[in-house]
């Protein structure tokens, strides 16, 4: 059991880390010449009927831009980790993102991002190969940001999970 909590102990604390180190990535945002998002925080995501907690940070700016309006191949980083009743459900981190788009909409910023992560579900062993796509939400000073995760296995099992951050902020520049 001390073995269990030394476990979770050190990964929330590497998410707190890595945190604080992707707000040192949030400095692109302002030297960035494209579009930029950055994020980190909590949300909580009900699960039949249970509320659970759900940690993440990304990071994403530059690429090339097409003219589909999405931004290939940009710089980024993307994590998560899933807790259900006290228990890691869920560690995500990306390998790839391949592409993200910013748009304005009602109320603020939208970003989304599409990429490939390794991802420990469960009690299985980490597995390579994991399609992700994050749609993130800015309201800026006018309310609540909120994140909207979907996970495809390679066996092609989806797995979603969104939430309003009760923690954190998103920064989105167009």
């Given at each position: 059991m001390l073995k269990k909590k030394m476990f979770v102990f050190s990964l929330i604390s590497v998410f707190i880390v890595l945190s604080m180190i992707s707000t040192v990535n949030a400095q692109t945002i302002s030297v960035s010449k494209g579009p930029a998002a950055f994020g980190a925080g909590t949300f909580v995501h009900d699960h039949e009927g249970v509320p659970h907690n759900h940690y993440f940070s990304f990071s994403v700016s530059d690429g090339n831009f097409k003219k589909d309006g999405w931004y290939y191949k940009?710089?980024?980083?993307?994590?998560?980790?899933?807790t259900h009743e006290n228990e890691i459900h869920m560690i995500a981190k990306s390998d790839q993102i391949q592409r993200f788009q910013v748009n304005k909409v009602k109320g603020g910023l939208n970003v989304g991002f599409e990429g490939v992560a390794t991802v420990k579900h469960m009690n299985e062993d980490w597995q390579k190969g994991w399609k992700f796509t994050v749609e993130a939400f800015d309201s800026g000073s006018k309310g609540q940001d909120s994140i909207h995760i979907m996970f495809t296995?390679?066996?092609?099992t989806e797995h979603h999970m969104e939430g309003t951050l009760t923690s954190g902020n998103i920064l989105i520049k167009k």
């Open positions: 940009p710089d980024g980083k993307f994590y998560m980790l899933a296995a390679p066996d092609s």
